[in-house]
């Protein structure tokens, strides 16, 4: 009897291979990688990407970054982290419903927010108008440059040297959210490859959902007006409750309830208008949707109008709530202040940065790599130290 082995990495590319569907993008076949690497590693490439973006300390910093609800006024608020996991969740079911590669999905969605500074979209806001004189901040861009260029793991190369196909997905993760500039590298076709754009999907049905779940649960919307004034969920069923609840439970089971309803309705509606668009179009082959008009993954026509009213009526109810907004004001004043800081007294940044200066790095665009890869809490106490006269200086290294 022969001893067990385990899968070779052509063995898994094969296995891989053989539960894609034509259109679906093959390891095997990836465009490849900026440096070259030796090495028998058993896992395909994207599985190793997706290894090395959850092993990076750019997704650790995730877990202090916000969402919407700044992360020291509950610990039950969804972070850039959670949001980042469930992503990839609802984005690797996705691809397998319709026979696309789940490791790719995962490795894009566990990616699509390293660069996202502190506080929010707030934090990219004040960042980007900062560097409006210096090339501005978007966080697409600048998670495609963490993992370029800012992540330190490798001796001969900077970066986590991701392929093509992961890079593309995190330049070109579009929502009805963010539109990014396309990189020259990533702009040869239309549109992004399929993975991608299923990353994108991912990431609308999450942000849209978890964000009602933690604003329902935490007294920012009252389920009644939501039923009132939003359709999609007035569709969803109710939940009567069986096991003996207490009925401020059962109220919480159900609005949980709910919400996972309305992820599953939401899923299963983009892959069967996305399956029924790849039909349409003939698609056989991953680059035959890189070069169509427009995405071929997609909500149908309805559901995204609802889906649209309900990021509308977020944006009314819960990001423009004035508690909402007075932390992203203070958010913002404590990058400004940092961004000012550093920028007129560079001798206020850590070594290594000083080190960069010396060589000629731009200082702007230093002290913005330096402050958006930093956590709310990191930032908070950084502010403390520069600017409230009786806090020591912070420990560690400097």
């Known amino acids: 009897m022969q001893p067990l082995q385990w899968r070779t990495r052509e063995e898994q590319e094969a296995w891989d ?50 969402q919407v ?78 993992v370029d260029e800012l992540e330190i793991r490798y001796p001969d190369h900077p970066g986590l040297n991701l392929t093509w196909e992961v890079r593309e997905g995190i330049a070109r993760h579009e929502t009805f959210f963010d539109s990014p500039p396309v990189p020259e590298e990533f702009a040869q076709f239309p549109q992004p490859g399929l993975e991608a754009q299923l990353s994108s999907l991912a990431d609308m049905i999450a942000y849209c959902t978890h964000d009602l779940e933690d604003a329902l649960a935490f007294g920012f919307l009252q389920e009644s007006e939501l039923r009132r004034h939003v359709a999609l969920w007035r569709e969803v069923p109710a939940v009567t409750a069986s096991y003996p609840y207490t009925p401020l439970d059962a109220q919480a089971m159900e609005c949980k309830f709910r919400v996972r309803s309305l992820i599953d309705r939401l899923i299963r ?49 819960v990001y423009n709530d004035p508690r909402v907004r007075r932390m992203m004001f203070k958010g913002r004043m404590i990058l400004r202040r940092l961004f000012e800081a550093f920028a007129g007294n560079p001798e206020l940044l850590p070594g290594n ?44 290294p400097k």
């Open 69 to 146: 609800f700044v992360f020291h006024e509950g610990d039950f608020y969804r972070t850039r982290l959670t949001h980042s996991l469930e992503v990839a969740q609802i984005g690797a079911s996705l691809a397998r419903m319709i026979g696309a590669n789940p490791d790719l999905v995962e490795a894009i969605s566990l990616a699509h927010d390293l660069g996202h500074p502190p506080f929010g979209h707030g934090g990219e806001e004040e960042l980007n108008a900062l560097m409006g004189e210096a090339g501005g901040f978007d966080h697409n861009l600048q998670s495609l440059r963490v």
């Open 353 to 396: 940065l000083q080190e960069q200066l010396a060589s000629g790095a731009n200082r702007f665009r230093v002290v913005c790599d330096y402050i958006s890869s930093m956590t709310d809490r990191h930032a908070m106490d950084l502010y403390d130290t520069l600017f409230q006269p009786y806090e020591r200086s912070l420990q560690g």
């Open 269 to 317: 509606a983009a892959a069967q208008e996305t399956l029924r668009r790849l039909e349409k179009h003939g698609v056989a082959a991953p680059d035959d949707v890189r070069v169509l008009p427009e995405p071929v993954a997609g909500f149908p026509a309805d559901i995204y109008e609802q889906l649209v009213a309900l990021k509308d009526y977020l944006y009314s109810q």
């Open 17 to 66: 291979a053989a539960r894609l569907a034509p259109y679906g993008t093959r390891a095997s076949a990836s465009r490849g990688r900026r440096y070259p690497e030796a090495g028998q590693d058993p896992r395909t490439a994207f599985q190793r990407d997706r290894d090395r973006i959850l092993h990076s300390a750019a997704f650790r910093r995730l877990q202090y970054k916000t």
